[in-house]
């Protein structure tokens, strides 16, 4: 699977919007961008995915490059509830999920 | 949306002992359940891939004969930390995938296990 890289952490304004920025420039034709985030103390919690389309959900939209070698995560309005750890992860159907260290994003009132 | 239910939540045991992890699909079937291990300010681990009806494949490094894992049904596979020792204490987390979705179709993660070794 490609690897992965993520700024350490960011902090955002609560309201404003959130980009967070990754990186997966070996990314291969049939992987997958995929997007998780863990608050502390929980479960990792499912966000988006794509392939090479942007997608829009009711949680965020994924903005993949047209070379695929990079993308970002857009969280439009952030609140204090979206502090967590956001992880990217690139990887090809059936295979394993890895994680990487991820992103720390601090939203501040 | 999909659910996974992890218990218990929280397990407290002492050294020595043997402690059992439930992961239940509640609203899906999984025939592969994943197993992760997360120590303080690190990223998960993956530790196992659990496979309903067949043996456990572990991820190197990980004593499949101290972490048995069982995938007796398409919604239950259950961890078992034996002969736990304190540095063994770390959170423990499952997840699974839906049997009727694609391969590329994402995760649904449990809400974990923190284990402590006393």
């Known amino acids: 699977d490609a690897k992965t890289t993520q700024p350490t952490s960011m902090d955002c304004a609560e309201g404003r919007a959130a980009n967070l920025p990754c990186n997966h420039s070996t990314i291969s034709g049939n992987e997958y961008v995929y997007w998780y985030r863990q608050i502390h103390s929980q479960g990792p919690q499912y966000i988006i995915h794509g392939l090479k389309n942007n997608e829009t959900n009711e949680m965020a939209s994924l903005i993949i490059t047209e070379d695929r070698k990079s993308s970002t995560l857009i969280l439009p309005h952030a609140t204090l509830r979206d502090t967590a750890v956001y992880y990217c992860i690139v990887k090809g159907g059936g295979f394993k999920t890895i994680f990487g260290a991820g992103t720390r994003l601090f939203v501040k009132a | ?118």
């Open chain 2, 1 to 118: 949306g999909a659910v996974v239910s992890q218990h218990p939540s929280r397990v407290i045991c002492k050294s020595g002992t043997s402690v059992k992890i439930e992961c239940r699909s509640l609203d899906f079937q999984a025939t592969t359940m994943f197993w992760y291990r997360q120590f303080p300010k690190q990223s998960l681990m993956l530790m196992a891939t659990s496979n309903e009806g067949s043996k456990a494949t572990y991820e190197q490094g990980v004593e499949k004969d101290k972490f048995l894992i069982n995938h007796a049904s398409l919604t239950l596979s259950t961890l078992t930390v034996t002969s736990a020792h304190p540095e063994d204490s770390s959170f423990y987390i499952c997840s699974a995938r839906d049997r009727g979705k694609s391969y590329n179709s994402p995760l649904h993660f449990g809400n974990g296990t923190r284990l402590t070794v006393t």
